[in-house]
């Protein structure tokens, strides 16, 4: 037996995913209940489920019998075949043993000042009483961050330059049309479509070069740009000596696997661009929808002041003090309940299974929905309401909440990126008093395969401590 089934067409469910997706999910949620099926173009139809039974069942299966790349293919014509988003079975345990020890608790101290220093930077630049877009302040400092802790790179003409590279290609691969265009077509064609940026498109007699025009061609520029930048770097530093140096990048050009072997100049473009794409965007956007929330709750933000004046007094927070911002930590918590950046998670069935009551057949991809899961009543009382309480002294569930996915794939990042929200949102707490900008509430809306606040949480600097 197989769930209920969305009739509409596949072209017009894919549409409503990528312009709609929260009203799609809520309405098809309300209609069929907690599993249902969906399907899209060129591809074979998909369970999406809220059911707590049929996540444990997701993400405790054996590695071989529920693959992720197949979900991820939408990405690989950015982060590449070899990225930890695409690898799987033992291919992808093998490149997520090379990659976990940047990722480690213990790292996260040495990153603390840096991370501290890129939030400075940009919010000394507020101006008192002039209305700015917070989520495009996140993005700078979060890049800044990933630029130099992943890439080892300093401030100078250098850095500037990439940085603006790099937005721009950030941006240009979180379109919507690159993102429709991905899963309306196979990778292979996908990456030939990419291919036209680097040639004009002439249609018959008009000579005109209309490459320039499309996001995905601009897209496929910038992209040879930044992958030319990216070799000739690490073929610097292993001319100067990769093991001086302790950013991300040069960590994993000296992993080795249990045979001693590297990983591939072309694996570590890969995981270099992914952990780029992953860790930009979705803290970012994270942090951004946590001061909208705190910001519409004035008690919220009371108690996080006081918090951070018993644990770091007037003092900028030292990096091993934020392990003790219990209620920070639960607000990005509730925040990520609430608004998870990403909405589902996937796996592909390699062969027949059975999840929760139905029989599913090999090939079918099960995803299960965070969005939904997250905000079911039964599970979590009052689930529209923002309340940090609820994470307080409380281990939640990892099949009901799982914002970071679940099982063997949870991000690899996801140490990092806490730890970087802490250290950004207590330092902004320090330094100004925020207002919002508008009275209108801030609408979910799709960057790619992220869900972003619409227009970016409009905010107004009313004093500096």
């Known amino acids: 037996m197989l769930p209920p089934r969305i009739p509409q067409p596949s ?86 043993r090379m990659m976990t020890p940047p990722f480690h608790g213990e790292r996260m101290l040495a990153y603390g000042l840096s991370m501290r220093e890129s939030a400075n930077r940009v919010i000394d630049r507020w101006t008192v009483g002039k209305p700015f877009t917070l989520h495009e302040q996140f993005q700078d400092i979060t890049l800044d961050i990933i630029l130099k802790t992943v890439f080892g790179l300093t401030q100078g003409e250098t850095f500037e330059h990439f940085r603006e590279l790099f937005i721009r290609m950030l941006n240009l691969g979180s379109h919507n049309a690159v993102l429709l265009m991905s899963a309306l077509l196979p990778p292979e064609r996908m990456l030939k479509l990419l291919s036209v940026g680097r040639e004009p498109i002439h249609l018959g007699p008009v000579k005109a070069d209309l490459s320039r025009f499309l996001p995905w061609a601009q897209l496929s ?11 000739a770097e690490m073929d610097r530093r292993r001319a100067e000596g990769v093991e001086k140096r302790e950013d991300v990048l040069s960590m994993l050009m000296q992993a080795r696997d249990e045979d001693g072997q590297p990983m591939s100049d072309q694996a570590l473009r890969d995981e270099a661009i992914t952990l780029l794409a992953a860790g930009h965007e979705t803290t970012a956007t994270t942090l951004s929808w946590a001061l909208h929330r705190v910001l519409q709750h004035p008690d919220v933000e009371a108690r996080l002041r006081e918090e951070l004046r018993q644990v770091a007094g007037t003092e900028p927070l030292a990096p091993e003090q934020v392990s003790r911002l219990e209620y920070l930590d639960a607000t990005l918590k509730e925040t990520l309940r609430l608004l998870p950046v990403a909405p589902a998670v996937g796996r592909v069935l390699q062969r027949p299974m059975k999840m929760g009551e139905w029989e599913l057949p090999a090939g079918m991809a099960v995803m299960p929905c965070v969005y939904l899961t997250q905000r079911r009543p039964d599970l979590w009382p009052e689930p529209e309401r923002f309340n940090p309480e609820r994470f307080l002294g409380k281990r939640s569930s990892p099949y009901e909440y799982f914002p970071f996915g679940g099982g063997a794939r949870r991000c690899i990042g996801m140490a990092f990126a806490t730890y970087e929200m802490r250290i950004i949102f207590a330092e902004l707490l320090r330094r100004v008093k925020l207002r919002s900008a508008t009275r209108a509430e801030t609408r979910v809306g799709r960057r790619g395969v992220t869900l972003a606040p619409e227009g970016g949480v409009l905010v107004v600097v009313e004093s500096r401590s």
């Open 11 to 96: 072209l017009l469910q894919l549409h409503q995913w990528v312009y709609r997706p929260i009203q799609f999910m809520e309405e098809s949620a309300r209609r069929y209940g907690e599993s249902f099926m969906m399907q899209f173009p060129n591809a074979p139809p998909f369970l999406l489920t809220s059911n707590p039974e049929v996540i444990r069942q997701v993400f405790t299966g054996k590695p071989e019998d529920l693959y992720v790349g197949p979900v991820n293919r939408v990405m690989e014509s950015m982060v590449g075949k070899n990225s930890l988003l695409l690898l799987d079975d033992q291919e992808h345990i093998r490149e997520r």
């Open 221 to 231: 520029r910038l992209m040879k740009e930044v992958d030319t930048y990216l070799y």
